[in-house]
């Protein structure tokens, strides 16, 4: 064990020059050897002890002489890093608790591990719509072939025909076109289904039982996989008199320094991790859309009248939106005089969902670096 003599007057204070590292102890006012707390080793205060001499009591607690030198000595911090504390890292929910004589000063997260956000399923209703009655009603003078025979008349309904009962291009009987009967089919241009955009919803399959705050503070975010940092410093309650000596870190505990930034480590403090003070939740879940509605149908029934008043009918055939435009023989040279129409059936169609996806991610700030004693 290494001594260091120090020579004053009677009666001055003692000269304690001791640094982390040095043998525990000194001399006292009346040149009695004493061991001191807060540097060296456990061991070397213990030897100290060993030799006889008594704790120093400017530097010890009462039980120093059971329980040996107060915690650990660290290196001289180097300059603009704070320090040393004691840092546990591993899962957030399980950290520890600041040793007893500490206070926490900095928590801090590697990474939340936050995943995707949770976002809610899209859906798609009935997209509202109509059926437009046919308009385009023409007579050949063949019966129906393929292709089709020229148009020889026109039959057409007004525009925008709400299917009730009309005069329009009446054809009487007989009529000639290019000398022959105008009327010996019909054919008849299928209804429009007009549909808008299908109502976009949403809806939660399976809600989480414990949802990921969306915002809030990053104290809110840790999950199970999350990877957090503890730092305790010295309450200022523990007999430690010097900067550069921390408590006695339990097993969970390394003794570090640290300081704000990505930065490298000092010499001698090489177990090195990078943790953040701040983050900001950026996920989103991307706005439920429908695509254009596909698969919609509608069905009507026509009805050709001889007479002007349709009671004397035809013809009532059915015509989908789906189908091409149907033709209908009809005996030579009749009159057309009236007809009308009403819808049978609308089969809505069929939206795609879109969306709901999560976007964006965790954005975290303010980096602090923690480098520990190996």
Same mark, same amino acid.
């Given at each position: !064990?290494? /001594?260091?003599?120090?020579?004053?007057? &009677?009666? &001055?204070?003692?000269?304690?020059? /001791?640094?982390?590292? #040095?043998?525990?102890?000194?001399?006292?006012?009346?040149?009695?050897?004493?061991?001191?707390?807060?540097?060296?080793?456990?061991? *070397?205060?213990?030897?100290?002890?060993?030799?006889?001499?008594?704790? #120093?009591?400017?530097?010890?607690? &009462?039980?120093?002489?059971?329980?040996?030198?107060?915690?650990? $000595?660290?290196? *001289?911090?180097?300059?603009?890093?704070?320090?040393?504390? /004691?840092?546990?890292?591993?899962?957030?929910?399980?950290?520890?608790?600041?040793?007893?004589?500490?206070?926490?000063?900095?928590?801090?997260?590697?990474?939340?591990?936050?995943?995707?956000?949770?976002?809610?399923?899209?859906? $798609?209703?009935? %997209?509202?719509?109509?059926?437009?009655?046919?308009?385009?009603?023409?007579?050949?003078?063949?019966?129906?072939?393929?292709?089709?025979?020229?148009? @020889?008349?026109?039959?057409?309904?007004?525009?925008?025909?709400?299917?009730?009962?009309?005069?329009?291009?009446?054809?009487? =009987?007989?009529? /000639?076109?290019?000398?022959?009967? +105008?009327?010996?089919?019909?054919?008849?241009?299928?209804?429009?289904?007009?549909?808008?955009?299908?109502?976009?919803?949403?809806?939660?399959? #399976?809600?989480? #039982?414990?949802?990921?705050?969306?915002?809030?503070?990053?104290?809110?975010?840790?999950?199970?996989?999350?990877?957090?940092?503890?730092?305790?410093?010295?309450?200022?309650?523990?007999? $430690?008199?010097?900067?550069?000596?921390?408590?006695?870190?339990?097993?969970?505990?390394?003794?570090?320094?640290?300081?704000?930034?990505?930065?490298?480590?000092?010499?001698?403090? &090489?177990?090195?991790?990078?943790?953040?003070?701040?983050?900001?939740?950026?996920? =989103?879940? @991307?706005?439920?859309?429908?695509?254009?509605?596909?698969?919609?149908?509608?069905?009507?029934?026509?009805?050709?009248?001889?007479?002007?008043?349709?009671?004397?009918?035809?013809?009532?055939?059915?015509?989908? @939106?789906?189908?091409?435009?149907?033709?209908?023989?009809? !005996?030579?040279?009749?009159?057309?005089?009236?007809?009308?129409?009403?819808?049978?059936?609308?089969?809505?169609?069929? +939206?795609?969902?879109?969306?709901?996806?999560?976007?964006?991610?965790?954005? !975290?700030?303010? %980096?602090?670096?923690?480098?520990?004693?190996?």
């Amino acid at each position: !064990m290494r /001594l260091w003599p120090f020579f004053f007057l &009677a009666g &001055a204070l003692p000269v304690v020059a /001791l640094a982390c590292g #040095d043998v525990g102890w000194s001399e006292d006012a009346n040149y009695k050897a004493v061991c001191v707390c807060g540097v060296g080793t456990p061991e *070397e205060f213990a030897e100290c002890l060993a030799e006889g001499w008594p704790p #120093d009591p400017e530097t010890c607690p &009462a039980d120093a002489g059971t329980v040996g030198c107060p915690g650990v $000595c660290a290196p *001289e911090k180097p300059a603009g890093w704070e320090g040393p504390v /004691l840092v546990a890292t591993g899962p957030a929910i399980s950290l520890p608790a600041c040793p007893k004589g500490t206070e926490e000063v900095v928590w801090a997260l590697a990474d939340p591990q936050l995943g995707p956000r949770d976002c809610p399923i899209c859906t $798609c209703g009935e %997209p509202p719509g109509s059926c437009e009655f046919p308009t385009s009603w023409n007579t050949h003078a063949a019966v129906c072939q393929t292709p089709p025979a020229p148009a @020889s008349a026109s039959f057409d309904a007004p525009a925008n025909w709400d299917g009730t009962c009309t005069t329009a291009n009446a054809i009487s =009987e007989g009529k /000639l076109c290019g000398g022959v009967p +105008c009327v010996r089919s019909l054919s008849v241009a299928p209804p429009v289904l007009v549909e808008g955009d299908c109502p976009a919803a949403t809806e939660w399959e #399976d809600p989480p #039982d414990t949802s990921i705050p969306y915002g809030g503070t990053i104290n809110e975010w840790p999950t199970i996989d999350s990877v957090a940092a503890l730092a305790c410093a010295n309450d200022g309650k523990t007999s $430690c008199k010097y900067a550069s000596c921390s408590p006695e870190p339990p097993s969970s505990f390394d003794v570090c320094v640290y300081a704000a930034g990505d930065v490298e480590c000092p010499e001698r403090w &090489a177990k090195r991790a990078v943790f953040f003070e701040e983050g900001t939740d950026k996920r =989103e879940c @991307s706005a439920c859309t429908c695509s254009p509605p596909t698969g919609g149908s509608c069905t009507v029934q026509i009805h050709v009248f001889t007479d002007s008043a349709c009671t004397n009918e035809q013809l009532s055939p059915y015509v989908s @939106s789906d189908m091409p435009a149907p033709c209908y023989d009809l !005996m030579e040279g009749i009159s057309l005089g009236s007809k009308r129409a009403e819808v049978i059936d609308r089969v809505p169609g069929v +939206c795609m969902p879109q969306g709901g996806e999560s976007t964006g991610e965790v954005e !975290m700030k303010k %980096p602090i670096t923690f480098c520990c004693l190996a």
